[in-house]
Structures are given as structure tokens and as C-alpha cells.
């Protein structure tokens, strides 16, 4: 028979374990502690990243004040445009005519030509047309308008060229165009699309005339601004000691109110108010250098309701007084106007002048003020840049790709 085997001493067994446990204790000890050390110097650790995106929250903070109608709200909502929007670009048609960026990126409807530049230049734009949330017709009727094609010649083309693309591809008749767009400042661009009724009625217009009477549809169309570039003169702002003058305008007298404001004010003595274009050879830039030492400048509308003295007013720091019924202003569902600007109705030209006066000095810094966040809203720029006009007009067509698919 096997001998039994004599039992380990318990004082022995007992010392083993304290012994194993006590290394493993140390080898746990040392695990964390170099993981603590690594972590720490390592760029990506949690409490660098966590820095990190507080850093960006404040930056978020500089750029997000109370000139929009809910910050937060657009906060959010332009990181998500910024990480998911795509747009797909038709390419058919003669690319003379279709496609390419309109004639010039200068004078008062360059605002079309940075678009149709910048949409190709920045991320949102995809190859695959079932990845896209909404379709761009590249239709410029600015350009066409540059080769001499007459308005009749003009409409027709537009015409054809989207009943082409209905044939063709399957895009619009799922959406019947709505989750389609075009873009025009010019307003023979938006009569040539008059000619095409199921395009105006569907498509989102992007458009510098946005007028109510006119059949725009704000909760459906966007505002384009209207913007003079390149500017003349560097930005104002910041500089109230030099803004001694309490209003100025000065314009051809292309529309009714314009005649009014003229008539009514030209000889005041507070108003600085022309009736006519300032002549060049009273010195150069003049026109421009009026708008840095005036406190508020005079925005009434022209032959449309929309003016480039607007965005003017905005780059020069003058705090802009729309003069213009039935205007959808840029942006408007967006920035707060009444914190940056002043908005009167067109009959109110015959009391502008007490109606600036009342606005005391405190309010009028501080529209000032807000004026100066608001500039970069209205810049182009190629390629374009975070929170310039052209990612505001993406965003304000984020906000209507929300479609229902067929």
C-alpha cells in the first residue's frame, strides 16, 4: 500500500499565499502606475481630450452670442451640417452655359459666382447621387446674361435644360424637385425661372431678391445677400469716437421709397442724404469712407427689394436701417437682425430722422457692437471658411433637406 503523503504545514501554505498575493499587489501597483504616466503624457489621454473639447466649447462660446435667434440650437446644428451634408451637382449640359463659375467674382452679384465657386471647392460635395441630401441645378443665368442671351432665349434654356434632367434621372420625381435647388442674384435669372413654373413652385430658390409679394416662400426659399466684393476699403468696427454723423445714404433714385427718403431729407443738416451716386471726382473713395464715420446707414430697397448697401453697411461697421417692405432678410431664421441692425417700414421714412435720435448712445454701441460679430457672416471668401456667407447659405439649406422621399 501507498503511504499516505504528511499534510503541508498551514504556517507554510499561509506565508505562500501571503507571498503571491503580495506580488501580484506590486505588479498591479507598477501596471497602473505606468499607465498613469502614459496616459498622462500621451497626447490623446482622456483628460487631454476632455481638455480639448472644452477648449473647442469656448471657442464655440466666442463665435456663439446672443445675435442668433437660439445659439445653441445653431451650434449644434451646423457641427452636424458640417460632418453629414452632401450635395450632388448635375453635370449635363453645355459647360459654357452649365457648371462653371459665372463670368466674374466681382461686383454687385459676385454673391453667385463665390457660390458656384465654393460649393465645388468645399466638402460637401459627393459623386454619388444616393448619398445626397439635396441635388444642385447649376444653372447661372448671370453668366448667360454676360454672353448676350436674351431674356426669351434665356428662359427657354432654363426650361429645356430642367426638363432634360427630369427625364433623364429618377432624383426629381421622388421629391417632385423639393429637395432640389438653384442659385441667382440677378433678377433676370429669377424671371428666366419664372418661365419653368414646377421649378419655382418645388425647388428651393437661393435668391438676393427674396420679396414676400413676389411669390418667395420664406420656410421653403433662401435668402442670398447681396455682397460688393471685393470691398473697397478694410472692415470698420470698434471705432464709435470717429462715427459722427447720425445717418447717410446716397443713390440713384431707381425706386419709390428712395425718391421719398430723397426728397424728404437731402437738405437736412444731421442726415448726410444724396440724391444721386457721389461723384468719383469729388475724390477717391469717398462713397466709402462716408460709411466709417456715420452711426447708421440708410438701406432702403432699389428696382428690387434687396440692396448691396447692406452688406456695405455690415463690412464698413455702420449699422445698417432696412428701409424695405416685404423683405426676407439674409439669414433671418438664423441671426437676430433687431441686435445689429434697425428694421423700420417704408412709411416710417417720414420720422427717420427722430427715430435714430431716440436711439440712445448705450443702444447704439451695442448694436455696434454686435454689428462687428456678425461681419463674418457676410464675407466670401475662395476657398471659402468656417461661418462665412457661404456656410450660412449651406446651413440655411441643411435646414431644408428634411424631405419626403417617394
Known amino acids: 500500500m501507498w503511504a499516505a503523503k504528511p499534510p503541508q504545514p498551514l504556517a507554510s501554505s499561509y506565508c505562500s499565499l501571503q507571498s503571491s498575493l503580495l506580488s501580484l499587489a506590486i505588479l498591479t501597483l507598477l501596471s497602473f502606475t505606468y499607465l498613469s504616466l502614459k496616459s498622462f503624457h500621451s497626447p490623446n489621454s482622456p483628460a487631454q481630450t476632455l481638455s480639448l473639447k472644452s477648449q473647442a466649447v469656448e471657442a464655440d462660446e466666442e463665435v456663439i452670442s446672443d445675435v442668433y435667434n437660439s445659439p445653441e440650437v445653431f451650434r449644434l446644428n451646423y457641427e452636424e451640417m458640417e460632418r453629414k451634408f452632401k450635395v450632388y451637382i448635375y453635370r449635363d449640359g453645355d459647360p459654357k452655359t452649365f457648371y462653371q463659375t459665372p463670368r466674374k467674382l466681382t461686383g454687385k452679384y459676385s454673391s453667385e459666382g463665390y457660390f458656384f465657386q465654393n460649393i465645388r471647392e468645399s466638402k460637401f460635395v459627393t459623386e454619388d447621387p444616393d448619398q445626397a441630401h439635396l441635388f444642385f441645378i447649376p444653372i447661372s443665368c448671370h453668366k448667360m446674361r454676360g454672353k448676350g442671351t436674351s431674356y426669351e432665349n434665356m428662359t427657354i434654356i432654363v426650361q429645356n435644360y430642367v426638363d432634360s434632367l427630369i427625364a433623364k434621372y429618377p432624383y426629381w420625381n421622388r421629391t417632385m424637385g423639393a429637395d432640389h435647388f438653384f442659385v441667382t442674384c440677378h433678377d433676370v435669372g429669377v424671371r428666366a425661372t419664372e418661365g419653368h413654373p414646377i421649378l419655382v413652385k418645388n425647388a428651393i430658390r437661393v435668391v438676393c431678391s427674396p420679396s414676400y409679394d413676389v411669390g418667395y416662400i420664406p420656410h421653403k426659399d433662401v435668402a442670398l445677400p447681396q455682397v460688393l466684393q471685393p470691398f473697397a476699403l478694410p472692415a470698420g468696427g470698434n471705432d464709435i469716437e470717429n462715427r459722427t454723423t447720425l445717418g447717410f445714404w446716397a443713390g440713384h433714385r431707381n425706386s419709390k421709397i428712395r425718391v421719398i427718403l430723397a426728397r424728404q431729407w437731402e437738405n437736412d443738416t444731421e442726415l448726410d442724404i444724396s440724391n444721386n451716386r457721389i461723384n468719383r471726382a469729388t475724390g477717391p473713395l469717398v462713397y466709402q ?118
Open 289 to 406: 469712407k462716408r460709411f466709417y464715420r456715420t452711426k447708421f446707414c440708410i438701406c432702403p430697397g432699389g428696382s428690387q427689394v434687396n440692396s448691396a448697401r447692406i452688406a456695405d453697411s455690415i463690412h464698413y461697421g455702420c449699422v445698417p436701417v432696412i428701409l424695405s417692405d416685404y423683405y426676407d432678410l439674409p439669414f433671418n431664421d438664423i441671426l437676430d437682425w433687431n441686435k445689429f441692425a434697425v428694421i423700420l417700414r417704408e412709411k416710417d421714412v417720414y420720422d427717420l430722422k427722430q427715430i435714430l435720435k431716440n436711439i440712445t448712445q448705450e443702444e447704439f454701441v451695442t448694436l455696434h457692437n454686435n454689428l462687428v460679430k456678425v461681419q463674418k457672416h457676410f464675407q466670401w471668401n475662395s476657398p471659402p471658411i468656417r461661418h462665412d456667407a457661404f456656410h450660412m447659405v449651406m446651413y440655411e439649406l441643411w435646414l431644408r433637406h428634411h424631405v419626403i422621399k417617394y
